[in-house]
Nanobody, 124 residues
Framework: QVQLVESGGGLVQAGVSLRLSCAAS????????MGWFRQAPGKEREFVAA????????THASSVKGRFAISRDNAKNTVYLQMNSLQPEDTAVYYC?????????????????WGQGTQVTVSS
């Protein structure tokens, strides 16, 4: 079992930055690819970013590329999502997820464990 706990969300104005953290415990997280997803009210959960087990390969959704950056610190069992130039359309609950069977995948079904999410609200 893996427990994932997200933190760092909040209510911010457009244009500012936030860094989300995902602290993992339980099964060795360094063997898992990690991802961030988000779900806005009335919308389906969508892929935001993913990072390989090694941390050397990352992929980001086109909607956040150049503004968001995923990273990981395996020594701390923590994954981060640096979010810059936040916009109102980034408002959503952000979820951290771990995948043991595939590497840096953008498909939610490939992920085995999920956190409870952290709310990010961006006002205009």
């Amino acid at each position: 079992q893996v427990q994932l706990v997200e933190s760092g969300g909040g209510l911010v104005q457009a244009g500012v930055s936030l860094r989300l953290s995902c602290a993992a415990s339980g099964r060795t997280v360094s063997r898992a690819a990690m991802g961030w997803f988000r779900q806005a009210p009335g919308k389906e959960r969508e892929f935001v970013a993913a990072i390989s087990r090694s941390g050397y390969i990352t992929t980001h959704a086109s909607s956040v590329k150049g503004r968001f950056a995923i990273s990981r610190d395996n020594a701390k069992n923590t994954v981060y999502l640096q979010m810059n130039s936040l916009q109102p359309e980034d408002t959503a609950v952000y979820y951290c997820a771990a995948a043991y069977s595939s590497d840096y995948n953008s498909l939610a079904v490939e992920y085995d464990y999920w956190g409870q999410g952290t709310q990010v609200t961006v006002s205009s």
